[in-house]
């Protein structure tokens, strides 16, 4: 399986603020992508990061508010920036390795924005 | 956009009782996962449904993928404690511009009380 890892694991913000967490894999993937998992409730993608170009978003996610960089096939960042309260949620990085045809997540970073 | 309408939200129940998780969709989906999540973790996958129909089971888990892969259920039987958590589904949608990327149901929070 992929072994995934994130700093911080968590952390708590002043508003206004801005924090990047990192993604870490322990093999070369294709497909890197990052969710959103607020208090109480399922998991959102917010984006795919693409290795060599510019991240793919989803609706309601845009790159100002949420930059991603993918400079290699086993790491991966995303900043949260300008964070408000709203803001407070998990932040989890997943991979799909076509090896196992299975989806890996890592742990998460739990964010709190005061 | 694809949704997933999964129930119940919550499941207190006593141990060695059966039950089931529903998951339905409007959307055709390629293939439907399962997944569990503990505390502090991600969603470890259970299992991928991918043929219409389908019938898969894990010891005391059973899933099943609508003949039309719009739905699935995962039935428990005999639940103990050890099964208590969050279950999740998730979708991965028609086409290839979707492939890896999921679409999750709401979740339901399981309690296995012994």
């Known amino acids: 399986s992929a072994v995934i890892s994130q700093k911080p694991s968590r952390d708590i913000c002043q508003r206004g603020t801005s924090l990047t967490i990192q993604c870490q894999v322990d093999s070369q993937v294709t497909m890197m992508f990052w969710y959103r998992q607020q208090p109480g409730q399922s998991l959102t993608l917010i984006a795919t990061a693409n290795q060599g170009s510019e991240a793919t978003y989803e609706s309601g996610f845009v790159i100002d508010k949420f930059p991603i960089s993918r400079p290699n096939l086993t790491f991966s960042t995303l900043t949260v920036s300008n964070m408000s309260p709203e803001d407070s949620s998990i932040y989890l990085c997943?991979?799909?390795?076509?090896?196992?045809?299975?989806?890996?997540f890592g742990p998460g970073t739990r964010l709190t924005v005061l | 956009t694809q949704l997933l309408e999964q129930s119940p939200q919550f499941l207190s129940i006593q141990e060695g009782e059966n039950l089931t998780v529903y998951c339905n969709s409007s959307?055709?989906?390629?293939?439907l996962q399962w997944y569990r999540q503990e505390p502090g973790e991600g969603p470890v996958l259970l299992v991928t449904?991918?043929?219409?129909?389908e019938v898969k089971k894990l010891k005391r888990l059973t899933f099943q993928f609508g003949d039309a892969r719009k739905d699935s259920s995962l039935h428990i039987t005999a639940a103990q404690p050890g099964d208590t958590g969050l279950y999740l589904c998730a979708g991965e949608g028609a086409g290839g511009t979707s492939y890896g990327k999921l679409t999750f149901g709401q979740g339901t929070i399981l309690t296995v009380h012994p």
């Open positions: 959307s055709v989906f390629s293939s």
């Open positions: 997943s991979v799909y390795s076509p090896s196992y045809n299975e989806q890996f």
């Open positions: 449904v991918v043929t219409g129909g």
